[in-house]
């Protein structure tokens, strides 16, 4: 047993030697009694436990601020991308000669992507500064840290300096002679030879966490600032903008011949409205003849095969005819309805003022005001008969209901259906936009039974 101590004690005096030590406070803690040691490693083992959790939950919440950082810089690089697609076709407008409510449809287009855009780089330019103050404060939590971590190293070679390592080697010597357990023995002598260099590789550790979140904070700092050189530009081309849009509507009120030209455009659109429908309701009606001559084929068939079977067998009882029940086609779709989209009404269906061109027009619909990713939803359940591009209305979706009455919904920025699709009442069809709107996003909403318009307010009412 002597032999084998003395075995341990030359290995450990060598590892020592290489330049393995223990602070003062671990020394000390072999000296109590065999009982008291396994206690005292978990007392330790707790803290650094916890100091782990709290760590894995720092970067946790890091590691979220950062994607979503990034995922609003790609938001931006798309909204910048638009906006500049809109500029270049605002260029264009002002070289060619262009219809006056396409002008100013695209003047109030690009107004509202770059309001979009300004609040899009004030939410990216808070969560900069949120993520840099956080950072801030990481570093400065790191740095008092590395502080503690570098004065106990100073403490500890100014003892070994001292006192040197005779001390250290008597210790483990004791701690090798004395009566216990083996095994709880080399626990110990591994944890104290180990323990200056653990110290060393945490001090490592925080230095490099804090130069890396000093870079992320450069970073940071970096795009903040050119967020904030990009919004205020964007702030003062706005302003531009808006002074543009409402010089060339002052000039609208006060010349008769671009009012001329606006009534003109705005009469075409409606007509193309209106031929749309009558198109879509021919269509109906040769379906309708179609399905009827198809009906009369199938049951002239059926009376042939009944004639020719009336011959071979002779029946004494007559055959009894079930009659289908006729379908009756009612004027308007009914059962429930759905306000396709809740906002303000801002013009109002039949002859009105226009609210931008500030000249009377027969309305065929309502429009109503809405607001940026409000959802559209069908009026009632039917068909969708039409998802295109229409003048004077943007991406639009047109649906038919039960006998021959159509809702449409104009100005959408996003269409979720497609032709041929049946919809449920106040199922959702699309997202509102302002494309082809020459006041801001809201929803052209109209209804025709038949080739009739109707008011959509009223028609919303009847069950």
């Keep these: 047993m002597a032999n084998r101590n003395n075995m341990r004690l030359l290995f450990l005096i060598v590892c020592l030697v290489l330049g393995f030590g223990f602070s003062d406070s671990y020394a000390k803690t072999p000296a109590k009694s065999g009982n008291s040691s396994k206690p005292a490693a978990s007392a330790k083992a707790a803290p650094k436990a916890t100091k782990s959790s709290s760590k894995s939950k720092t970067f946790s919440v890091t590691k979220k601020t950062d994607a979503q950082i990034s995922e609003q810089k790609n938001a931006l690089k798309k909204l910048e991308s638009d906006l500049a697609k809109k500029r270049q076709e605002l260029a264009l407008l002002e070289t060619e000669e262009k219809g006056v409510l396409n002008t100013i449809s695209v003047l109030d287009q690009n107004l509202n992507q770059t309001r979009t855009y300004i609040s899009e780089l004030s939410r990216s330019e808070g969560m900069l500064e949120r993520a840099i103050v956080q950072l801030s404060a990481d570093i400065d939590s790191l740095d008092r840290k590395i502080e503690v971590r570098k004065a106990a190293m100073k403490k500890r070679i100014r003892n070994l300096y001292v006192v040197g390592r005779s001390s250290e080697a008597r210790v483990l010597y004791s701690l090798l002679t004395q009566e216990g357990n083996p095994d709880r023995q080399v626990y110990w002598v591994h944890h104290i030879l180990n323990q200056d260099r653990q110290e060393i590789e945490m001090l490592q550790q925080l230095v490099q966490e804090r130069d890396e979140k000093k870079q992320l904070e450069s970073s940071h700092l970096s795009d903040l600032k050119l967020l904030r050189t990009k919004k205020a530009a964007e702030e003062k081309g706005l302003v531009s903008q808006m002074s543009g849009q409402e010089k060339m509507l002052m000039s609208l009120k006060h010349d008769q011949n671009m009012q001329r030209r606006a009534l003109k455009e705005f009469e075409q659109n409606q007509k193309t409205m209106l031929a749309l429908i009558k198109k879509l309701e021919e269509r109906r009606k040769k379906e309708i003849e179609q399905a009827k001559k198809e009906e009369a084929a199938r049951k002239a068939r059926e009376k042939a095969d009944k004639s020719k079977k009336g011959k071979k067998k002779d029946s004494k009882a007559p055959s009894k005819t079930v009659e289908k029940p006729k379908v009756v086609v009612a004027e308007s779709v009914k059962g429930p309805k759905c306000m396709p989209l809740k906002g303000e009404i801002i013009s109002n269906y039949g002859l009105q003022e226009h609210p931008v061109l500030?000249?009377?027009?027969?309305?065929?619909?309502?429009?109503?005001?809405?607001?940026?990713?409000?959802?559209?939803?069908?009026?009632?359940?039917?068909?969708?008969?039409?998802?295109?591009?229409?003048?004077?209305?943007?991406?639009?979706?047109?649906?038919?209901?039960?006998?021959?009455?159509?809702?449409?919904?104009?100005?959408?920025?996003?269409?979720?259906?497609?032709?041929?699709?049946?919809?449920?009442?106040?199922?959702?069809?699309?997202?509102?936009?302002?494309?082809?709107?020459?006041?801001?996003?809201?929803?052209?909403?109209?209804?025709?039974?038949?080739?009739?318009?109707?008011?959509p307010l009223q028609w919303l009412k009847t069950k």
């Design 358 to 455: 500030h000249i009377m027009t027969r309305n065929l619909g309502v429009e109503i005001r809405g607001k940026r990713g409000d959802a559209v939803r069908s009026a009632a359940a039917g068909t969708v008969v039409m998802v295109s591009e229409i003048d004077g209305r943007g991406p639009s979706v047109i649906i038919e209901h039960a006998g021959g009455t159509y809702s449409v919904y104009g100005h959408l920025k996003s269409i979720r259906v497609q032709e041929g699709k049946e919809v449920r009442n106040c199922e959702e069809i699309g997202e509102v936009g302002d494309v082809a709107s020459l006041n801001g996003i809201k929803l052209y909403f109209q209804v025709s039974e038949g080739t009739q318009t109707v008011d």
